[in-house]
Protein backbone atom coordinates (compact mmCIF):
# COMPACT_ATOMS: atom_id res chain seq x y z
CA UNK A 1 0.00 0.00 0.00
CA UNK A 2 1.18 3.09 -1.21
CA UNK A 3 -0.87 5.85 1.10
CA UNK A 4 0.07 5.08 4.87
CA UNK A 5 2.02 8.34 7.01
CA UNK A 6 2.73 11.36 5.00
CA UNK A 7 2.24 14.80 6.72
CA UNK A 8 -1.01 13.32 8.42
CA UNK A 9 -1.66 9.64 9.51
CA UNK A 10 -4.10 8.05 6.90
CA UNK A 11 -5.52 5.74 9.58
CA UNK A 12 -6.20 8.25 12.55
CA UNK A 13 -6.22 11.42 10.99
CA UNK A 14 -3.41 12.83 13.67
CA UNK A 15 0.33 14.61 12.51
CA UNK A 16 2.32 11.79 11.53
CA UNK A 17 5.29 13.42 12.88
CA UNK A 18 3.62 13.16 16.27
CA UNK A 19 2.50 10.76 18.63
CA UNK A 20 2.99 6.57 17.98
CA UNK A 21 1.68 5.40 14.85
CA UNK A 22 2.67 1.93 15.04
CA UNK A 23 -0.94 0.73 15.13
CA UNK A 24 -1.99 2.73 12.40
CA UNK A 25 0.84 1.23 10.00
CA UNK A 26 -0.08 -1.97 11.15
CA UNK A 27 -4.04 -1.61 10.10
CA UNK A 28 -2.91 0.28 7.06
CA UNK A 29 -0.65 -2.63 6.04
CA UNK A 30 -2.99 -4.90 6.88
CA UNK A 31 -6.90 -4.48 6.18
CA UNK A 32 -7.61 -0.79 6.34
CA UNK A 33 -7.70 1.27 3.65
CA UNK A 34 -6.71 5.09 3.88
CA UNK A 35 -9.53 7.05 6.16
CA UNK A 36 -7.34 10.62 6.32
CA UNK A 37 -5.90 12.84 3.78
CA UNK A 38 -2.03 11.98 4.26
CA UNK A 39 -1.31 15.84 2.43
CA UNK A 40 -3.91 17.79 4.52
CA UNK A 41 -5.88 15.27 7.27
CA UNK A 42 -9.17 15.87 5.92
CA UNK A 43 -11.76 12.49 6.25
CA UNK A 44 -11.55 11.07 2.55
CA UNK A 45 -14.88 9.75 0.91
CA UNK A 46 -13.42 6.63 1.05
CA UNK A 47 -14.93 3.39 -1.70
CA UNK A 48 -13.76 0.16 -1.05
CA UNK A 49 -15.10 -2.78 -3.42
CA UNK A 50 -13.72 -6.20 -4.48
CA UNK A 51 -10.44 -5.70 -5.83
CA UNK A 52 -9.24 -2.37 -4.39
CA UNK A 53 -10.50 0.91 -2.92
CA UNK A 54 -10.59 4.65 -3.96
CA UNK A 55 -9.84 7.57 -1.61
CA UNK A 56 -11.41 10.90 -2.30
CA UNK A 57 -10.48 14.32 -0.95
CA UNK A 58 -12.54 17.29 -1.28
CA UNK A 59 -9.06 19.31 -1.89
CA UNK A 60 -6.17 16.73 -2.78
CA UNK A 61 -8.54 14.95 -5.06
CA UNK A 62 -8.56 11.36 -5.90
CA UNK A 63 -6.20 8.03 -4.93
CA UNK A 64 -6.73 4.62 -6.07
CA UNK A 65 -5.05 1.19 -5.19
CA UNK A 66 -7.56 -0.48 -8.25
CA UNK A 67 -4.49 -0.71 -10.81
CA UNK A 68 -2.58 -2.64 -8.29
CA UNK A 69 -4.68 -5.78 -7.99
CA UNK B 1 -28.19 -33.80 25.72
CA UNK B 2 -24.90 -33.15 28.10
CA UNK B 3 -26.06 -31.43 31.32
CA UNK B 4 -24.55 -31.79 34.85
CA UNK B 5 -22.03 -33.59 34.72
CA UNK B 6 -18.68 -34.51 36.26
CA UNK B 7 -15.87 -32.17 33.84
CA UNK B 8 -12.17 -32.40 33.69
CA UNK B 9 -9.78 -30.18 32.36
CA UNK B 10 -9.16 -32.39 29.09
CA UNK B 11 -13.08 -32.06 28.15
CA UNK B 12 -13.93 -35.54 29.52
CA UNK B 13 -17.39 -35.59 31.19
CA UNK B 14 -19.62 -37.77 32.77
CA UNK B 15 -20.76 -39.02 29.49
CA UNK B 16 -17.82 -39.32 27.89
CA UNK B 17 -15.02 -37.37 26.08
CA UNK B 18 -17.10 -34.37 24.36
CA UNK B 19 -14.87 -35.57 21.04
CA UNK B 20 -15.59 -39.18 20.83
CA UNK B 21 -19.37 -38.29 21.59
CA UNK B 22 -19.44 -35.57 18.76
CA UNK B 23 -17.65 -37.98 16.90
CA UNK B 24 -20.72 -40.61 16.87
CA UNK B 25 -23.25 -37.95 17.09
CA UNK B 26 -22.22 -35.36 14.29
CA UNK B 27 -20.08 -37.27 12.15
CA UNK B 28 -21.70 -40.49 11.93
CA UNK B 29 -25.44 -39.37 12.25
CA UNK B 30 -25.36 -36.00 11.35
CA UNK B 31 -26.68 -34.45 14.34
CA UNK B 32 -25.67 -30.94 15.48
CA UNK B 33 -24.56 -30.63 19.05
CA UNK B 34 -26.76 -29.37 21.90
CA UNK B 35 -25.89 -25.91 23.58
CA UNK B 36 -24.34 -28.01 26.86
CA UNK B 37 -22.27 -29.51 24.46
CA UNK B 38 -20.94 -26.72 22.13
CA UNK B 39 -20.12 -25.26 25.42
CA UNK B 40 -18.16 -28.46 26.09
CA UNK B 41 -16.06 -27.82 22.95
CA UNK B 42 -15.66 -24.22 23.53
CA UNK B 43 -13.89 -25.07 27.06
CA UNK B 44 -11.84 -27.75 26.12
CA UNK B 45 -8.21 -26.93 26.42
CA UNK B 46 -5.76 -25.68 24.06
CA UNK B 47 -4.10 -28.89 23.54
CA UNK B 48 -7.02 -30.56 22.45
CA UNK B 49 -7.59 -27.87 19.45
CA UNK B 50 -5.93 -29.68 16.61
CA UNK B 51 -8.14 -32.83 17.49
CA UNK B 52 -11.45 -30.61 17.56
CA UNK B 53 -10.82 -29.14 14.01
CA UNK B 54 -9.60 -32.49 12.28
CA UNK B 55 -12.88 -33.79 13.24
CA UNK B 56 -14.83 -30.84 12.59
CA UNK B 57 -12.94 -31.24 9.01
CA UNK B 58 -14.15 -34.86 8.75
CA UNK B 59 -17.70 -33.41 9.55
CA UNK B 60 -17.30 -30.93 6.60
CA UNK B 61 -16.66 -33.36 4.24
CA UNK B 62 -18.69 -36.37 5.32
CA UNK B 63 -22.03 -34.00 5.30
CA UNK B 64 -20.91 -30.88 2.49
CA UNK B 65 -18.51 -32.29 0.57
CA UNK B 66 -15.04 -31.21 -1.00
CA UNK B 67 -16.39 -28.32 -2.30
CA UNK B 68 -15.67 -24.54 -1.20
CA UNK B 69 -18.26 -21.86 -1.99
CA UNK B 70 -16.37 -18.79 -3.22
CA UNK B 71 -17.94 -14.76 -3.01
CA UNK B 72 -17.50 -11.38 -3.17
CA UNK B 73 -19.24 -8.66 -1.49
CA UNK B 74 -19.44 -5.19 -2.45
CA UNK B 75 -21.08 -1.90 -0.58
CA UNK B 76 -23.21 -0.13 -2.64
CA UNK B 77 -24.09 2.64 0.04
CA UNK B 78 -21.41 2.93 2.87
CA UNK B 79 -21.57 4.58 5.97
CA UNK B 80 -24.60 7.04 7.44
CA UNK B 81 -26.43 3.92 8.91
CA UNK B 82 -29.29 5.46 11.74
CA UNK B 83 -28.84 2.28 13.73
CA UNK B 84 -26.26 1.87 16.65
CA UNK B 85 -24.66 -1.44 16.21
CA UNK B 86 -21.88 -1.23 18.47
CA UNK B 87 -19.13 -3.06 16.15
CA UNK B 88 -19.63 -0.98 13.09
CA UNK B 89 -17.88 1.54 11.76
CA UNK B 90 -20.79 2.85 9.28
CA UNK B 91 -23.32 4.26 11.98
CA UNK B 92 -23.84 7.66 11.37
CA UNK B 93 -24.35 7.54 15.47
CA UNK B 94 -20.34 7.14 16.06
CA UNK B 95 -17.60 9.14 15.63
CA UNK B 96 -16.51 7.39 12.65
CA UNK B 97 -13.66 8.20 9.97
CA UNK B 98 -15.93 6.31 7.41
CA UNK B 99 -17.85 8.75 5.33
CA UNK B 100 -20.95 7.94 3.19
CA UNK B 101 -20.51 6.87 -0.04
CA UNK B 102 -22.62 5.58 -2.89
CA UNK B 103 -21.59 3.23 -5.85
CA UNK B 104 -22.62 3.95 -9.13
CA UNK B 105 -24.49 0.87 -11.18
CA UNK B 106 -21.61 0.54 -13.83
CA UNK B 107 -19.16 0.40 -10.59
CA UNK B 108 -21.61 -2.92 -9.10
CA UNK B 109 -21.77 -4.62 -12.17
CA UNK B 110 -17.97 -4.06 -12.97
CA UNK B 111 -17.29 -5.51 -9.61
CA UNK B 112 -19.52 -8.55 -10.01
CA UNK B 113 -17.80 -9.40 -13.27
CA UNK B 114 -14.00 -8.91 -11.11
CA UNK B 115 -15.60 -10.95 -8.56
CA UNK B 116 -16.67 -13.88 -10.80
CA UNK B 117 -13.55 -13.88 -12.25
CA UNK B 118 -11.97 -15.32 -9.04
CA UNK B 119 -14.10 -18.38 -9.69
CA UNK B 120 -16.85 -17.13 -7.28
CA UNK B 121 -20.56 -17.93 -7.28
CA UNK B 122 -21.92 -15.26 -4.90
CA UNK B 123 -21.74 -11.65 -4.97
CA UNK B 124 -23.57 -9.98 -2.53
CA UNK B 125 -24.74 -6.81 -2.81
CA UNK B 126 -24.55 -4.75 1.01
CA UNK B 127 -26.15 -1.66 2.01
CA UNK B 128 -26.03 0.35 5.85
CA UNK B 129 -29.27 1.06 6.32
CA UNK B 130 -31.92 -0.05 8.98
CA UNK B 131 -34.24 -1.92 5.81
CA UNK B 132 -34.47 -0.51 2.46
CA UNK B 133 -35.97 2.85 1.31
CA UNK B 134 -37.40 3.33 -2.15
CA UNK B 135 -34.81 4.70 -4.06
CA UNK B 136 -32.44 1.66 -2.91
CA UNK B 137 -34.81 -0.69 -3.58
CA UNK B 138 -34.85 0.72 -7.55
CA UNK B 139 -31.19 0.83 -7.29
CA UNK B 140 -31.13 -2.93 -6.31
CA UNK B 141 -33.69 -3.75 -8.78
CA UNK B 142 -31.65 -1.83 -11.88
CA UNK B 143 -28.14 -3.44 -10.41
CA UNK B 144 -29.47 -6.77 -9.95
CA UNK B 145 -31.30 -7.34 -13.36
CA UNK B 146 -27.82 -5.61 -14.82
CA UNK B 147 -25.65 -7.65 -13.16
CA UNK B 148 -27.96 -10.79 -14.26
CA UNK B 149 -27.91 -9.92 -17.69
CA UNK B 150 -24.20 -9.85 -17.94
CA UNK B 151 -22.12 -12.01 -15.30
CA UNK B 152 -22.65 -15.50 -14.61
CA UNK B 153 -22.96 -15.18 -11.03
CA UNK B 154 -25.48 -15.78 -7.71
CA UNK B 155 -26.50 -12.19 -6.80
CA UNK B 156 -27.21 -12.02 -2.70
CA UNK B 157 -28.37 -8.86 -1.00
CA UNK B 158 -28.06 -7.23 2.25
CA UNK B 159 -30.23 -4.50 2.81
CA UNK B 160 -31.48 -4.79 6.98
CA UNK B 161 -35.00 -5.07 8.00
CA UNK B 162 -37.03 -5.77 5.30
CA UNK B 163 -41.24 -5.27 4.67
CA UNK B 164 -43.14 -8.34 3.53
CA UNK B 165 -43.78 -6.24 0.15
CA UNK B 166 -40.19 -5.54 -0.51
CA UNK B 167 -39.04 -9.88 0.57
CA UNK B 168 -41.65 -10.32 -2.35
CA UNK B 169 -40.23 -7.75 -4.97
CA UNK B 170 -36.46 -9.02 -3.82
CA UNK B 171 -37.51 -12.83 -4.58
CA UNK B 172 -39.50 -11.86 -7.94
CA UNK B 173 -35.96 -10.32 -9.27
CA UNK B 174 -34.24 -12.93 -8.91
CA UNK B 175 -32.03 -12.29 -5.56
CA UNK B 176 -30.88 -15.96 -4.82
CA UNK B 177 -29.81 -15.22 -1.34
CA UNK B 178 -30.35 -12.59 1.90
CA UNK B 179 -28.26 -11.99 4.18
CA UNK B 180 -29.11 -10.96 7.16
CA UNK B 181 -26.78 -11.36 10.48
CA UNK B 182 -28.32 -12.32 13.93
CA UNK B 183 -24.50 -10.95 14.97
CA UNK B 184 -24.87 -12.44 18.88
CA UNK B 185 -26.71 -14.54 20.93
CA UNK B 186 -30.10 -13.66 21.67
CA UNK B 187 -29.09 -12.98 25.27
CA UNK B 188 -25.93 -10.98 24.82
CA UNK B 189 -27.89 -8.58 21.54
CA UNK B 190 -28.93 -5.42 23.70
CA UNK B 191 -25.50 -4.70 24.66
CA UNK B 192 -24.35 -4.97 21.17
CA UNK B 193 -27.70 -3.23 19.58
CA UNK B 194 -30.06 -0.79 20.96
CA UNK B 195 -31.87 0.62 18.24
CA UNK B 196 -33.52 -2.69 16.91
CA UNK B 197 -34.03 -6.11 18.01
CA UNK B 198 -33.05 -9.30 17.70
CA UNK B 199 -36.36 -11.14 17.34
CA UNK B 200 -37.34 -8.15 14.56
CA UNK B 201 -34.09 -9.24 12.35
CA UNK B 202 -35.13 -12.79 13.29
CA UNK B 203 -38.88 -11.72 11.63
CA UNK B 204 -36.91 -10.95 8.60
CA UNK B 205 -35.19 -13.88 8.53
CA UNK B 206 -38.50 -16.04 8.60
CA UNK B 207 -40.14 -13.75 5.32
CA UNK B 208 -37.13 -14.28 3.57
CA UNK B 209 -37.36 -18.29 3.93
CA UNK B 210 -41.07 -18.01 3.43
CA UNK B 211 -40.45 -16.41 0.27
CA UNK B 212 -37.84 -18.92 -1.43
CA UNK B 213 -34.61 -17.15 -0.70
CA UNK B 214 -31.39 -19.18 0.27
CA UNK B 215 -31.16 -17.64 4.22
CA UNK B 216 -27.52 -16.52 5.04
CA UNK B 217 -27.48 -15.45 8.41
CA UNK B 218 -24.05 -15.19 10.69
CA UNK B 219 -22.37 -12.79 13.68
CA UNK B 220 -19.41 -11.51 14.90
CA UNK B 221 -17.17 -13.53 17.58
CA UNK B 222 -15.55 -11.58 19.87
CA UNK B 223 -17.86 -9.07 21.26
CA UNK B 224 -17.55 -9.15 24.95
CA UNK B 225 -20.19 -12.02 25.04
CA UNK B 226 -19.55 -15.18 27.33
CA UNK B 227 -18.59 -18.58 26.17
CA UNK B 228 -22.15 -19.37 27.40
CA UNK B 229 -23.41 -17.40 24.94
CA UNK B 230 -20.99 -18.42 21.93
CA UNK B 231 -23.00 -21.56 22.76
CA UNK B 232 -26.44 -20.27 22.80
CA UNK B 233 -25.38 -18.47 19.73
CA UNK B 234 -24.41 -21.26 17.68
CA UNK B 235 -27.79 -22.96 18.79
CA UNK B 236 -29.93 -20.55 17.81
CA UNK B 237 -28.44 -19.91 14.52
CA UNK B 238 -29.01 -24.07 14.05
CA UNK B 239 -32.50 -23.62 14.49
CA UNK B 240 -33.22 -21.36 11.90
CA UNK B 241 -31.69 -23.45 9.75
CA UNK B 242 -29.89 -21.13 7.66
CA UNK B 243 -28.29 -22.38 4.35
CA UNK B 244 -24.76 -19.92 4.88
CA UNK B 245 -23.65 -18.96 8.32
CA UNK B 246 -20.66 -16.62 7.84
CA UNK B 247 -18.34 -16.63 10.63
CA UNK B 248 -16.52 -12.86 11.44
CA UNK B 249 -14.19 -12.00 14.04
CA UNK B 250 -14.22 -8.46 15.69
CA UNK B 251 -12.18 -5.81 13.90
CA UNK B 252 -12.14 -3.38 16.62
CA UNK B 253 -13.09 0.17 14.30
CA UNK B 254 -11.77 3.49 15.48
CA UNK B 255 -14.62 5.72 17.08
CA UNK B 256 -17.14 2.58 17.60
CA UNK B 257 -18.40 1.39 21.04
CA UNK B 258 -16.36 -1.37 20.75
CA UNK B 259 -12.81 0.13 19.57
CA UNK B 260 -11.81 -0.89 22.46
CA UNK B 261 -11.92 -4.43 22.95
CA UNK B 262 -9.39 -6.79 21.77
CA UNK B 263 -8.95 -8.50 18.66
CA UNK B 264 -10.38 -12.16 19.36
CA UNK B 265 -7.15 -14.83 19.74
CA UNK B 266 -6.17 -17.01 17.28
CA UNK B 267 -7.08 -20.40 19.22
CA UNK B 268 -9.96 -19.42 20.44
CA UNK B 269 -11.17 -18.22 17.03
CA UNK B 270 -10.41 -21.66 15.65
CA UNK B 271 -11.73 -23.22 18.52
CA UNK B 272 -15.07 -21.13 17.92
CA UNK B 273 -15.32 -22.71 14.08
CA UNK B 274 -14.83 -26.00 15.13
CA UNK B 275 -18.07 -25.40 17.43
CA UNK B 276 -19.83 -24.00 15.12
CA UNK B 277 -19.33 -26.96 12.73
CA UNK B 278 -20.14 -29.41 15.23
CA UNK B 279 -23.69 -27.25 15.47
CA UNK B 280 -24.41 -27.07 12.15
CA UNK B 281 -23.33 -30.34 10.61
CA UNK B 282 -24.47 -29.26 6.81
CA UNK B 283 -24.67 -25.87 6.62
CA UNK B 284 -22.01 -23.61 4.35
CA UNK B 285 -20.02 -21.87 6.78
CA UNK B 286 -17.82 -19.45 5.61
CA UNK B 287 -14.88 -17.20 6.64
CA UNK B 288 -16.08 -14.17 6.23
CA UNK B 289 -14.56 -10.48 8.26
CA UNK B 290 -11.74 -10.13 10.68
CA UNK B 291 -9.70 -13.38 10.24
CA UNK B 292 -6.99 -11.13 8.30
CA UNK B 293 -6.23 -9.88 11.87
CA UNK B 294 -7.54 -12.69 14.42
CA UNK B 295 -5.93 -15.87 12.04
CA UNK B 296 -3.63 -14.49 10.05
CA UNK B 297 -2.09 -17.11 6.79
CA UNK B 298 -1.62 -19.68 8.42
CA UNK B 299 -4.45 -19.69 10.77
CA UNK B 300 -6.91 -19.49 7.77
CA UNK B 301 -5.39 -22.54 6.35
CA UNK B 302 -6.56 -23.96 9.96
CA UNK B 303 -9.48 -22.85 9.51
CA UNK B 304 -10.53 -24.21 5.88
CA UNK B 305 -9.07 -27.64 7.47
CA UNK B 306 -11.67 -27.04 10.53
CA UNK B 307 -15.07 -26.90 9.57
CA UNK B 308 -14.90 -23.98 7.09
CA UNK B 309 -15.85 -24.56 3.49
CA UNK B 310 -16.70 -21.33 2.03
CA UNK B 311 -15.08 -17.93 1.75
CA UNK B 312 -15.19 -14.25 1.24
CA UNK B 313 -12.79 -13.35 -1.53
CA UNK B 314 -10.71 -9.80 -1.54
CA UNK B 315 -11.97 -6.81 0.16
CA UNK B 316 -15.38 -6.72 2.22
CA UNK B 317 -17.18 -3.21 2.77
CA UNK B 318 -15.04 -1.17 4.52
CA UNK B 319 -11.80 -3.31 5.35
CA UNK B 320 -9.59 -4.82 2.87
CA UNK B 321 -9.34 -8.23 2.57
CA UNK B 322 -6.43 -10.66 1.83
CA UNK B 323 -5.56 -10.26 -2.05
CA UNK B 324 -8.00 -12.86 -4.16
CA UNK B 325 -5.55 -14.69 -5.53
CA UNK B 326 -3.76 -15.25 -2.33
CA UNK B 327 -6.62 -17.25 -0.79
CA UNK B 328 -7.09 -19.08 -4.44
CA UNK B 329 -3.56 -20.04 -3.65
CA UNK B 330 -4.17 -21.48 -0.76
CA UNK B 331 -7.53 -23.51 -1.93
CA UNK B 332 -5.21 -25.07 -4.60
CA UNK B 333 -2.44 -25.97 -1.83
CA UNK B 334 -4.95 -27.63 0.06
CA UNK B 335 -6.58 -29.11 -2.79
CA UNK B 336 -10.10 -27.85 -2.20
CA UNK B 337 -11.94 -27.63 -5.03
CA UNK B 338 -14.25 -24.50 -5.73
CA UNK B 339 -17.88 -24.99 -5.90
CA UNK B 340 -19.18 -24.02 -9.38
CA UNK B 341 -22.37 -22.29 -10.45
CA UNK B 342 -24.22 -25.21 -12.07
CA UNK B 343 -23.95 -27.07 -8.56
CA UNK B 344 -25.61 -24.45 -6.84
CA UNK B 345 -28.61 -24.26 -9.20
S1 LIG C 1 -27.63 -1.91 10.64
FE1 LIG C 1 -25.82 -2.65 9.52
S2 LIG C 1 -24.81 -0.81 8.67
FE2 LIG C 1 -26.26 -0.14 10.24
S3 LIG C 1 -25.04 0.08 12.10
FE3 LIG C 1 -25.94 -1.99 12.12
S4 LIG C 1 -24.41 -3.31 11.13
FE4 LIG C 1 -23.85 -1.17 10.65
ZN1 LIG D 1 -2.07 7.26 13.20
ZN1 LIG E 1 -6.30 16.48 1.36
Not at chain 2, 112 to 127: D, H, N, P, Y
Amino acid sequence: MTTTVGTFCSFCGGEAASGDHEHCRARLSLIDPPRYCPECGRRMVVQVDPMGWTARCSRHGETTNAAQR
Amino acid sequence: MTTASTETATGTTGEGDILAVAREQVLERGEGLSEAQVLEVLRLPAERLTEALALAHDVRMRWCGPDIEVEGIVSLKTGGCPEDCHFCSQSGLFDSPVRAAWLDKDRLVEAAKQTAKTGATEFCIVAAVRGPDEKLMEQIRVGVAAIRAEVDINVACSLGMLTQDQVDRLAAMGVHRYNHNLETARSHFPEVVTTHTWEERWETLQMVRAAGMEVCCGGIVGMGETLEQRAEFAVQLAELEPDEVPMNFLIPNPGTPFAHLEVPQGPDALMTIAAFRLAMPKTVLRFAGGRELTLGDLGAEQGMLGGINAIIVGNYLTNLGRPAEQDLEMLDTLKMPIKALNDTL
